[in-house]
């Protein structure tokens, strides 16, 4: 019988997290769980996480004021004095939190996805889930709640309802994915790709291939492991481990590939091709990042033996995520291609190829840069060829913002860009002045950066300075 954690006891609760009861009514029934008092809700268990910017233990008080049943702490001397609620005790509130999602996963008859890689997780999982949903309730984490906290929270949303459920995994250090593969227990691990990303928790590329691949050692015998087989450095990672492998790319050596590609301006169209199976895909994003993207999430319903139509149908409903290559059209026919949920190398030269590809030779082109974060002893180098990358694009302008913007502008140069045309900005404010003086009518203009350079208020500056004409 299917265990729904919303109708589990404080002595329930206990024995996934092996938690011990301070006080409080064993029988007690918790109705959710919360890990922000901002948030929580009357009858719920609260967890108190702790972090490097933050304490939950300090808002114990507030919790039970605000209606929680309990609370779950690792250090009772942080415990306020005649608590009116149940407390239980564990060894570390997080893992607790973690422990508990894997029991409530595998409380559930769902089929779960498991979706890491360098770049395109979050797009290949929003695509799985729109096949998925063309014949599943499924789930899915939201924004950013791919880590130790976001995935445990996701999980814990699971009902009797879901059949399938698709989650994305990301990483900055060693043994993160191998945990978030533990709690998750996935039936299809997918692995998009490697590339140069959390260079300072890993080392190097093979480090990041290293941490990626923790997925595959922790997934369970019968589980499927689908990987972009056209990636050489992944793939040779991947044979580490005794196991037999779903690939999806280009490649002819692929199990699912595309054939008779067309892209244009709008979207890309192709063959999908899988054994003898051969269906029409039509894609409403541009790119083929966004192509091979499409290829993984097939992949994965594939291996979960989904209708084939589905994959056609849903597929054509993916319209993009927000602050990724999104495009806008502000006034004066000016295209703005919204990239700037976060950047690296890999993600950075895609995104100057797509825009080169909206650009069609007609629209010329500016680009507006933050700094790639987390690239270790490799930042100045990737950074100044980040410049290259832009002058190569045949940009009319660049505009460079962060620690690392005098490289971007060292590259530019050394490619030959006008001087006067690469500019070394201090602000958002004078990145959205700067852009919106030189733009012009027809202009195509690409904005990317790390999440932590905060470009989407550039983003917001040139629309509220620009009358918005609508969103592609």
Do not use: W
């Not at 109705?31 to 268990?45: C, F, P, Q």
């Not at 890491?116 to 695509?127: D, F, L, N, P």
């Amino acid at each position: 019988m299917t265990a729904i954690y919303k109708e589990l006891s404080l002595k329930e609760f206990m024995a996934p997290v092996n938690g011990e009861l301070i006080s409080g009514n064993p029988d007690a029934v918790i109705t959710g769980v919360s890990t922000d008092t901002r948030g929580i809700k009357k009858g719920e268990l609260f967890i108190a996480l702790t972090g490097d910017n933050f304490d939950g233990h300090k808002f114990l008080a507030e919790a039970v004021l605000k209606g929680a049943v309990c609370v779950v702490v690792d250090d009772e001397k942080k415990l306020p004095k005649d608590l009116p609620a149940g407390v239980i005790k564990v060894r570390d509130t997080l893992t607790a939190l973690g422990d508990f999602a894997g029991f409530i996963r595998r409380s559930h008859d769902v089929k779960v996805v498991s979706i890491t890689g360098s770049m395109g997780k979050t797009t290949t999982k929003e695509m799985t889930s729109c096949i998925l949903e063309e014949g599943n309730e499924t789930l899915k984490n939201q924004g950013n709640f791919n880590n130790l906290i976001g995935l445990p929270l996701t999980l814990l949303g699971l009902s009797g309802k879901h059949k399938r459920a698709v989650v994305e995994m990301g990483m900055n250090h060693f043994n993160e994915i191998r945990r978030l593969t533990r709690i998750s227990d996935p039936d299809i691990g997918l692995i998009t790709n490697v590339g140069p990303v959390h260079l300072e928790g890993v080392g190097d590329i093979h480090g990041v291939a290293k941490a990626k691949t923790e997925m595959i050692e922790e997934m369970h015998p019968d589980a499927k492991v689908i990987l972009f087989g056209d990636d050489s450095v992944l793939m040779k990672e991947a044979t580490r481990f005794n196991r037999e492998f779903f690939t999806f790319g280009i490649g002819p050596q692929n199990d699912v590939r595309a054939e008779d590609i067309n892209t244009s301006g709008k979207g890309v169209t192709y063959r999908l091709k899988y054994r003898n199976d051969s269906i029409p895909v039509a894609l409403n994003v541009s790119g083929m990042h966004n192509l091979v993207n499409s290829l993984a999430a097939a992949s994965a319903t594939i291996c979960l033996n989904e209708k084939f139509e589905n994959i056609t149908r849903g597929l054509i409903k993916f319209k993009g995520v927000k602050g990724r290559l999104v495009s806008v059209i502000l006034s004066d026919d000016v295209l703005l291609l919204d990239d700037t949920y976060n950047s690296n190398p890999s993600s950075l030269k895609a995104a100057l190829l797509v825009a080169k590809e909206r650009a069609c030779g007609k629209r010329p082109v500016i680009v507006g840069l933050g700094d790639m974060l987390e690239l270790g002893d490799g930042a100045i180098e990737a950074h100044i060829e980040a410049g290259r990358l832009v002058a190569n694009t045949g940009a009319r302008f660049l505009f460079a913002i962060g620690a690392h913007a005098r490289y971007m502008r060292e590259g530019a140069l050394e490619a030959g860009f006008p001087k006067e045309r690469a500019i070394i900005v201090s602000s958002h404010h004078e990145m959205i002045t700067g852009i919106n003086d030189v733009v012009k009518s027809g202009d195509l203009i690409l904005l990317k950066g790390s999440r932590m350079m905060g470009l989407e208020k550039v983003v917001q500056g040139l629309k509220d300075i620009r009358q918005k004409g609508g969103i592609l």
